[in-house]
């Protein structure tokens, strides 16, 4: 192979290289915008029990954290009908007992569900945001969907309401990058770096009782 041709290969290859380079380094931040988000306890998906009385991703999950003191990481869908939620997984069997891919449900649908074997429903983002009530750092991971640019989007807006500090993540670059945030904020490509140890409390009586779901 001579040089020329060498060249025609390298070259895209090159370019392509780079671009996922520029795609998935990570945003940005001042060590005063990181401090926040390092070297504290994090609620994943909630201050959540592990018998389930206090489902993951429920609005009492989102409220004993933040009474509790705990930042909070948590994740955000967009629904069928173009509403943001708060839910882990990507489909709805193994929190809702139904086979379904979250996206392709409507806001309406989802609140006919319940969480677990309790009487909470999926929040919203906006009513996960008002339980917190800037009262601890956010670290929110935006989960791939059906229309990623809508879902960055309404997210972005939705966080400009939110009177802590919060962190923006995404597995797909292209949601981090795409954020657009010009208030303080740090985007990363993924979440393998952070330091992050889980918060959970395992035993329900510790939560107060305006925590708990009931049981149905």
């Not at 740090?186 to 409390?201: G, V």
Request: proline share 6%.
């Amino acid at each position: 192979m001579d040089w020329k041709t060498a060249c025609k290969f390298a070259a895209p290859a090159a370019a392509c290289a780079g671009a996922f380079a520029f795609l998935v380094a990570p945003g940005h931040a001042t060590r005063a915008q990181k401090a926040p988000f390092l070297y504290r306890n994090y609620a994943h998906r909630g201050l959540h029990t592990e018998d389930g009385t206090v489902p993951e991703n429920s609005l009492s999950a989102f409220r004993a954290a933040a009474e509790a003191g705990y930042a909070v990481e948590m994740d955000v869908h967009l629904t069928a009908d173009d509403q943001l939620v708060v839910f882990h997984d990507d489909t709805l069997e193994r929190m809702c007992g139904v086979p379904g891919v979250i996206d392709d449900f409507t806001l309406a649908e989802l609140r006919a569900l319940r969480l677990g074997d309790t009487d909470c429903v999926i929040p919203t983002f906006a009513e996960a945001l008002e339980a917190l009530g800037g009262r601890v750092p956010l670290l929110l991971e935006v989960k791939r969907g059906h229309n990623n640019r809508r879902l960055c989007a309404l997210t972005l807006a939705a966080l400009r309401t939110y009177g802590g500090p919060y962190c923006v993540e995404s597995f797909d670059p292209r949601s981090s990058r795409g954020s657009g945030a010009t208030r303080p904020i740090f985007c990363a490509a993924s979440s393998a770096s952070r330091r992050r140890t889980t918060a959970r409390r395992s035993i329900s009586p510790r939560l107060p009782s305006s925590a708990m779901c009931s049981r149905t």
